[in-house]
């Protein structure tokens, strides 16, 4: 392996902990928006939420908080794929074959993130770090 690619690999954690923070500020967006109207949504929510958009909205932002926390991220990151990919073959797959026309690409991205999150963990910026050093210490 090169000098750069082992200074490269000895970040991977870190960088890890990056996309995990950003995705879930992305995501917690999607539940803050249903649950309390912010951001301000294209389409106003309907008054009260159906239990089902209620239901995803807790998961997105209850989740999403653990997951920018890096609390539980393996059981959270699974339940959270599932989710997106529930929501993928309920909401976005019956409008059309081609993610790209039926506007469940992000709906995918996030499945497949999450999912690697299952296999990769939290990286080292991450509650799960601390509580893993504390018991092995």
């Known amino acids: 392996m090169s000098k750069l690619e082992?200074?490269?690999?000895?970040?991977a954690p870190r960088i890890?902990?990056?996309?995990?923070?950003?995705?879930?500020?992305?995501?917690?967006?999607?539940?803050l928006q249903k649950l309390?109207?912010?951001?301000?949504?294209?389409n106003p929510m309907p008054d009260p939420l159906p239990p089902l958009l209620l239901a995803g909205g807790?998961?997105?932002?209850?989740?999403?908080?653990?997951?920018?926390?890096?609390?539980?991220t393996r059981p959270v990151a699974f339940i959270l794929c599932g989710m997106m990919a529930v929501a993928y073959f309920m909401?976005?797959?019956?409008r059309g074959f081609f993610p790209i026309n039926n506007g469940g690409d992000l709906a995918i991205l996030f499945c497949?993130?999450?999912?690697?999150?299952?296999?990769?963990?939290?990286?080292?910026?991450?509650?799960?770090?601390v509580i893993a050093r504390k018991k092995s210490a």
């Open 36 to 42: 309390f109207g912010f951001p301000p949504p294209a």
């Open 58 to 72: 807790i998961l997105e932002a209850g989740g999403g908080v653990l997951f920018l926390l890096g609390l539980f």
């Open 112 to 129: 497949f993130v999450y999912l690697y999150f299952v296999f990769a963990g939290a990286g080292s910026w991450s509650l799960d770090a």
């Open 16 to 31: 890890l902990s990056v996309l995990r923070i950003m995705v879930a500020l992305l995501y917690m967006q999607h539940g």
């Open 91 to 94: 909401a976005h797959a019956p």
């Open 6 to 11: 082992l200074q490269l690999a000895a970040w």
